[in-house]
């Protein structure tokens, strides 16, 4: 049972380099989160999605772009990377998006130097 | 808007001794609370949920939560830790009417477990 799998587990960039971090999930789940995780500080939501096709900002979305093609995929893409974003990168996901728990990825620390 | 307050940073407690991690809310509407766990390496894991009815929730691995709406507190107990308890714990609250993208985390609380 794979559930959340986020790809890849750690990665450098260089100041205005561009990636794409990538999150399935195997659980049919219709709601999809991106979090970022800093030191000393709670989970800050990025962007989410509330199924295919249908994507909205979070809390700290500037930098970021996301798309959701499919149920299972929610790909978080940066742009230009910048040290602020040198953070520990979480996706989640759940079934409804009211009181339901969130299942999560193991993460992915990212560097931006 | 709401906001969680983990006081406590780090806890150390010895083995087999009880715990009580502490998490206070604000909100200006009624609320869901969470507790969260993230051991090392890991992603997050739901340890209990408060939706609504008795205000005492057990959750997995031995753990419980007391909503207390005077008090606008959600403390975490247990009352025999284990070395496998040493993980960071996060304290949760949305809106019971807004979805999970209102939710937010507290600071986390580092919970270690001395032998």
């Known amino acids: 049972n794979a559930g959340v799998t986020q790809t890849p587990k750690f990665r450098i960039l260089k100041i205005g380099q561009s990636m794409t971090l990538q999150c399935t999930q195997d659980?049919?789940?219709?709601?999809m989160y991106w979090y970022r995780q800093d030191p000393g500080m709670g989970l800050k939501l990025i962007y989410y999605?509330?199924?295919?096709?249908?994507?909205d900002k979070g809390e700290v979305p500037n930098g970021y772009n996301v798309s959701r093609s499919t149920t299972e995929d929610f790909p978080l893409r940066l742009e230009l990377a910048a040290p602020s974003q040198t953070s520990v990168y979480f996706c989640?996901?759940?079934?409804?998006?009211?009181?339901?728990?969130?299942?999560f990825g193991s993460g992915t620390q990212l560097s931006v130097l | 808007a709401q906001s969680v307050t983990q006081l406590d940073s780090q806890v150390p407690v010895f083995e087999e001794a009880p715990v009580e991690l502490r998490c206070n809310y604000s909100?200006?509407?009624?609320?869901?609370l969470f507790w969260y766990v993230q051991y090392p390496n890991q992603g997050l894991q739901l340890l209990l949920k408060?939706?609504?009815?008795?205000?005492l929730v057990k959750g997995i691995n031995g753990f419980e939560a007391e909503f207390n709406k005077s008090q606008t507190s959600f403390h975490l107990r247990k009352p025999s830790v284990h070395i496998s308890d040493t993980a960071e714990y996060f304290c949760?609250?949305?809106?019971?009417?807004?979805?999970?993208?209102?939710?937010?985390f507290g600071t986390g609380t580092r919970l270690t477990i001395i032998p």
């Open positions: 989640a996901s759940s079934y409804v998006g009211t009181d339901e728990k969130l299942f």
């Open positions: 659980m049919n789940h219709n709601y």
């Open positions: 999605s509330v199924g295919a096709g249908i994507t």
């Open positions: 909100s200006s509407v009624s609320v869901y």
């Open positions: 408060y939706l609504s009815g008795s205000t």
């Open positions: 949760a609250v949305s809106p019971s009417n807004f979805g999970n993208e209102k939710l937010t």
